[in-house]
């Protein structure tokens, strides 16, 4: 009697354990069956994606198709009614791109087609009052600064372009301006060769504000001259500033007497400009 409750007891427990056993195997299959049917929808989404973007390529080709069956078309009439000048026709519906050679033939085609339809004149780059700040400028170096700060060179009306490197279109911001007085000084460096070498880096700069700087009183837009002016002063200022180049402004007001140039007081003003230059460097 014992062996036959210890046998039912132990079919009992086999029972139990296998039931344990199956429930565990359905929790994973049925697991599974959701990760399929997870992965099933992903890929009948990617698989419509797929077909919504063969439908535009295919929308695309049969767009290019048509397009290119027209230019037959009007190919083929051309040569009809231009017989001898096919050659002329493929090249304007030739899609080619122009090479190099080209390019520049064009634009020196251009270029000679603008000089010889316009008269050209040579002009001054420099008016009176300039001039003698100029002057003044290399006289006054000469006698005060030159021995503790050689190698300074003094140019007037240079292009931010030629002095100024920016990256990308920034150069638009500053290409048409230009700078009363470009205050160098000489660089010596030695290149890969190990040969010594100079160039000319900006140092400073010195702008000159004449009376009429912002209009002439006869201007009828004496008021939108000044903004613009104004505007262009600003724009040139930041840039100088965005390279740590001094800027100094010599005013009319500064230097004039009885409707002159004083050369004492531009004498004075150009010291003073000097000191600010070479203390703050």
Not at 160 to 180: H, L, P, Q
Not at 206 to 227: A, F, M, N, Q, S
Request: charged residues 30%; aromatic residues 12%.
């Amino acid at each position: 009697m014992g062996y036959i409750i210890i046998g039912l007891v132990l079919l009992v427990l086999s029972f139990a354990y296998l039931s344990y056993i199956l429930k565990k195997e359905i929790e994973n299959q049925k697991h599974r069956c959701n990760s399929l049917n997870k992965e099933n929808y992903s890929l009948h989404r990617d698989n419509n994606e797929l077909k919504n973007k063969n439908n535009i390529l295919q929308d695309d080709y049969n767009r290019l198709a048509n397009l290119f069956e027209n230019l037959q078309y009007r190919y083929a009439i051309l040569l009809e009614d231009n017989q001898g000048k096919d050659k002329e026709i493929k090249f304007c519906l030739s899609f080619d791109l122009p090479t190099e050679q080209e390019k520049q033939d064009k634009k020196l085609k251009i270029a000679n087609e603008l000089l010889n339809k316009n008269e050209l004149s040579s002009k001054y780059y420099i008016n009176n009052d300039e001039l003698y700040i100029y002057n003044m400028l290399i006289h006054v170096y000469n006698d005060c600064f030159q021995d503790k700060n050689k190698g300074i060179i003094i140019s007037p009306q240079v292009s931010m372009k030629a002095f100024i490197d920016g990256e990308n279109d920034s150069y638009k911001v500053y290409s048409d301006y230009y700078v009363d007085f470009l205050i160098g000084k000489r660089n010596t460096y030695k290149n890969k060769y190990d040969k010594e070498l100079t160039n000319v880096v900006p140092y400073a700069v010195i702008e000159y504000h004449g009376h009429w700087h912002y209009g002439r009183e006869k201007d009828t837009e004496k008021e939108k001259k000044k903004l613009e002016v104004m505007t262009n002063d600003k724009i040139k200022e930041a840039c100088l500033t965005k390279v740590g180049i001094p800027l100094k402004i010599i005013k009319y007001d500064e230097i004039y007497g009885d409707d002159k140039i004083n050369r004492d007081k531009l004498k004075q003003k150009v010291k003073q400009v000097f000191n600010e230059i070479f203390q703050a460097a």
